[in-house]
């Protein structure tokens, strides 16, 4: 019982944490593919590959702030936020092998759901404390800011 309890508070961060590993499956595929076809010294084999390179910097960063919020405040709008993000990133990667210039809004969007995720980790961390040490819980509250305040993700 208690497992199942646990899975149901997680379910969204995982289903949103695989299909971000598929989406590294697919930009890993597109270097490979851009490598083989091509001379390893073509631009387009070089934008792929910093693509790919500038996406996977980022997605330690991601996993983590998605899964922080997602335990410490509220699952739902961390894995609402999360799809969003890869979304984002998805549209950076394409952006990126055009040209660079065309991965600008997704990078600075990608940015904004970021700071969104950390502020909501920052929040759920800030309540627990508050709770633990002086008894004040604000969870319920916040959850619904949360809820409200993750549909404004989608105005670019």
Request: proline fraction near 3%; aromatic fraction near 14%.
């Amino acid at each position: 019982r208690y497992s199942i309890k646990m899975v149901e508070n997680i379910y969204l961060l995982v289903i949103v944490t695989l299909i971000s590993v598929l989406q590294n499956v697919f930009f890993a595929q597109k270097v490979e593919r851009e490598c083989k076809n091509r001379n390893m010294s073509t631009s387009a084999f070089e934008r792929v590959s910093c693509a790919n390179r500038n996406c996977m910097d980022a997605y330690p960063t991601f996993l983590a702030v998605m899964w922080c919020a997602g335990v410490c405040l509220s699952q739902a709008p961390a894995a609402f936020a999360g799809i969003i993000y890869l979304l984002v990133r998805q549209k950076y990667f394409i952006g990126y092998l055009g040209q660079s210039s065309q991965s600008t809004p997704g990078y600075l969007f990608g940015k904004r759901i970021i700071s969104f995720l950390s502020l909501m980790c920052i929040v759920g961390v800030f309540n627990y404390l508050l709770w633990r040490y002086y008894g004040s819980d604000y969870k319920e509250y916040v959850e619904t800011i949360t809820n409200a305040a993750s549909a404004l993700l989608l105005l670019p």
